[in-house]
């Protein structure tokens, strides 16, 4: 397995408290990770340590497998970021200001420029002053800036804030074919589930400073998957005469009186024959589907486990 990213007890404090505490990520090369918390749960400042924007009080980061430290000038030009609020010569047009970037970046070329603009759907007003767009645009201009020097690592802080819906699409779209067409590993926070639902492979789950759980969208399916929720006095007999006399091999027994039945093969009336045939007593039986609300309710709750 490659990474692209990892931080071994990655821990901030300001002020002797801690805004981010032995957070352990494990970031695979070509696959968008989603970084998910409430306000304050320390994904600014996770982002902020890996472009060495802000000094961790303790850990270390490795990056494309190489340790980041303050003189890692060469890993930082493989990398595009977003952090915080675009900021842009304001009186310049888009053009000229992500040919500028381009020269910062020691990074000159013109076609990509070109290719930035398409990408962001902004090429039509290229030769606007930037103080003429709306925040939705500079957003797009932004994430242009961030792709321009075709970077291998992505790192997005709640890059779609001021898009709407049909932009966030855009945008989600966008970020799916830089990784999938171009082999760019995208790191990408946000406080809304669904938005990362939708797009991560893998969701880093944090609150209060802390790394819940990080865990894989397939491992996620499965949890969320559809069963079927067996209400029975006699579990332990039910679970018998599922798995011995219906050939049924993925159950689980949840409750005093539950029991779920996942993958299930046969319908509904054939499952509730064969156990009524077999003595078993039902008092109801309801298909179900977890919610992948409820999921991450849990862990926050529950403070997690980290996978
Ligand atoms: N420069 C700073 N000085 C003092 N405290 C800070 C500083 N930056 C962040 N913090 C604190 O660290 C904690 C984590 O903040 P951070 O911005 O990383 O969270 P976040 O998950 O990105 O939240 P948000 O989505 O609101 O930006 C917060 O309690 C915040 O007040």
């Excluded at 002797?16 to 968008?32: D, F």
């Excluded at 918390?37 to 990056?63: D, F, Q, S």
């Excluded at 013109?110 to 090429?123: F, N």
Aim: with cysteine.
């Amino acid at each position: 397995m490659t990474y692209t990213v990892r931080t071994k007890q990655l821990t901030r404090a300001y002020n002797g408290k801690e805004a981010v505490s032995n957070v352990n990520l494990n970031i695979r090369q070509g696959e968008i990770y989603g970084l998910l918390g409430p306000n304050g749960a320390g994904k600014t400042t996770v982002m902020k340590m890996l472009t060495n924007l802000v000094k961790p009080t303790a850990g270390e980061i490795e990056i494309f497998g190489k340790k980041l430290t303050p003189h890692s000038y060469h890993l930082l030009g493989r990398m595009g970021t977003i952090i915080e609020n675009p900021i842009f010569y304001e009186r310049l047009t888009a053009r000229e200001n992500l040919d500028l970037h381009c020269e910062y970046m020691g990074y000159y070329n013109k076609q990509s420029i070109t290719e930035a603009l398409e990408l962001v759907s902004l090429k039509e007003v290229e030769g606007k002053p930037v103080k003429d767009f709306s925040l939705g645009m500079k957003q797009r201009l932004n994430i242009a800036r961030a792709i321009l020097t075709k970077p291998e690592l992505l790192i997005l802080d709640e890059p779609i804030n001021g898009l709407d819906p049909v932009g966030i699409k855009e945008f989600r779209d966008l970020f799916k074919m830089l990784c999938k067409q171009y082999g760019i590993t995208i790191l990408i926070s946000s406080h809304i589930l669904a938005e990362i639902e939708l797009i991560a492979d893998t969701i880093a789950v944090m609150n209060e400073g802390k790394l819940l759980q990080e865990v894989s969208m397939d491992h996620i399916a499965q949890q969320t998957a559809e069963y079927i929720e067996l209400t029975t006095p006699s579990t332990h007999k039910a679970a018998y005469v599922l798995e011995n006399y219906l050939n049924l091999t993925n159950i689980r027994i949840t409750g005093d009186a539950e029991l779920r039945i996942y993958d299930c093969p046969i319908s509904q009336s054939e499952l509730m024959k064969g156990l009524v045939l077999h003595e078993v007593e039902l008092e109801a039986v309801h298909q179900k589907k977890g919610s992948l609300e409820d999921y991450f309710l849990s862990i926050l709750k529950g403070g997690g486990t980290v996978a």
